[in-house]
């Protein structure tokens, strides 16, 4: 990982024009870059409203409101990336042929779009009707090797589950990203930061948690993204309940001197416990 790596967390509320959202994102990572930062994470559907609040009226609806991968949102942040020279990960409702999947395309400073990380657990609960729109991701936990070091990607739901959080710090991510939409009052207070100072500290890796903001419909979206080192504290958090940019800068050297790397990877046994998970 680049030894003084600056990420920037672009937290911003979704209209009902997505070429607007579009621009104000756009905008956010120019400012964001600007102020020294050199990996930019977006919310989850960062440039659409959170439409699997509601339950979809037929799949013909759904495929209408998908974008592909490579296309015209994910085109727009690759030159973007390639002109400021900073790496961007965003999230999108992608369709791919008849199917459709919550999405994290990653690109590199350089504009290549590095690969995409598509969502593997789908929630289907009150408020986020996801099994309607969300095919599970096929591409499992993979870890991008970018200009500013590897990449882990962690969308939403997926956070929940250590499976997936321990995959990607065995595959030896230095930072995962996690999109997320969360709303005010989901989970107990300090819930959503204890669950992932937990995940960096087992694990080894800087946490970056973005999260959508503003009311929509039913949903009020809290915001307080923020940022873990891979001991376990929080180093950096946007503000509650409004637009914001948190940027935050990223020691390496708390990667090596991690007791996840210094002793829990190594000491790990799985040839005792392989078959205790189903």
């Known amino acids: 990982m680049n030894p003084d790596l600056k990420v920037a967390l672009i937290q911003q509320h979704a209209g009902s024009d997505r070429r607007s959202n579009l621009e104000r994102g756009l905008a956010a990572v120019r400012s964001a870059a600007a102020a020294g930062a050199q990996l930019l994470c977006f919310a989850e559907l960062a440039f659409d409203r959170f439409f699997p609040q509601r339950r979809a009226s037929s799949r013909e609806q759904s495929l209408r409101l998908a974008e592909t991968v490579p ?5 727009a942040l690759a030159r973007l990336a390639r002109e400021l020279n ?8 992608e369709r791919d042929g008849e ?3 919550d999405t994290s395309p990653v690109i590199d400073a350089d504009g290549t779009l590095l690969g995409k990380t598509r969502m593997v657990h789908i929630a289907d609960f009150e408020g986020f009707r996801e099994r309607d729109y969300y095919r599970p991701g096929d591409a499992g936990a993979p870890v991008y090797d970018t200009a500013c070091g590897r990449i882990g990607v962690a969308i939403c739901y997926d956070r929940h589950f250590p499976e997936y959080m321990r995959a990607l710090g065995l595959a030896r991510a230095d930072v995962v990203l996690v999109p997320q939409a969360g709303t005010v009052g989901e989970w107990p207070a300090g819930l959503y930061e204890a669950e992932l100072r937990v995940a960096a500290f087992q694990n080894g890796y800087f946490v970056a948690l973005c999260n959508r903001v503003g009311r929509e419909h039913d949903l009020d979206f809290a915001g307080h993204s923020f940022v873990c080192d891979p001991h376990g504290e929080i180093i950096g958090q946007a503000k509650a309940g409004e637009d914001d940019i948190l940027i935050c800068r990223l020691d390496a050297s708390r990667l090596a001197d991690s007791p996840a790397r210094r002793h829990f990877l190594g000491d790990r ?5 392989r078959d205790w998970f189903g």
């Open 71 to 75: 296309g015209p949102t994910t085109d």
């Open 86 to 93: 900073v790496t961007i990960v965003g999230n999108l409702f």
């Open 99 to 101: 199917h459709t999947y």
């Open 269 to 273: 046994r799985p040839e005792v416990y």
